[in-house]
């Protein structure tokens, strides 16, 4: 079976670590809206960075099963944090979140770091779009 979307790389350019330049893909979209590190109850059980990326990476994969997507289908993915620093420090905790959940980086990411998110915890938000091939 072929892979549901392919990385972008133009001619010339170094392979990015950990994400893809673009993503060509074609299907069904899904938009998963910003999810945090909270559970389905919205309950913060942690106030650590890398244990809310790992709730919130979760959060995005029951969306997509939802969808009857999985992590494999993910073209975009946008990360607002509150400290720039935190999410440094925390990256090795998140890389292995990030590898067990989604399991793939040919997706085209973007971390933005914010004043603040809308729920006081939180200290991570991702958005994710997928596309279910045709």
Do not use: C
């Amino acid at each position: 079976m072929d892979a549901p979307h392919s990385a972008v790389l133009p001619d010339g350019w170094t392979r990015p670590r950990g994400y893809a330049n673009g993503v060509v893909a074609r299907g069904r979209q899904v938009h998963v809206a910003g999810m945090i590190g909270w559970d389905a109850q919205e309950r913060f059980h942690s106030d650590d960075f890398g244990a809310q990326a790992r709730q919130a990476l979760a959060n995005v994969v029951a969306v997509l099963q939802a969808a009857g997507a999985t992590p494999q289908h993910i073209v975009r993915m946008t990360w607002y944090v509150v400290d720039r620093a935190e999410y440094k420090a925390a990256l090795p905790t998140v890389g292995a979140a990030f590898r067990e959940l989604i399991g793939h980086y040919d997706i085209a990411m973007t971390a933005v770091q914010v004043v603040a998110l809308i729920e006081e915890r939180a200290r991570v938000e991702i958005e994710v779009t997928a596309v279910i091939p045709d």
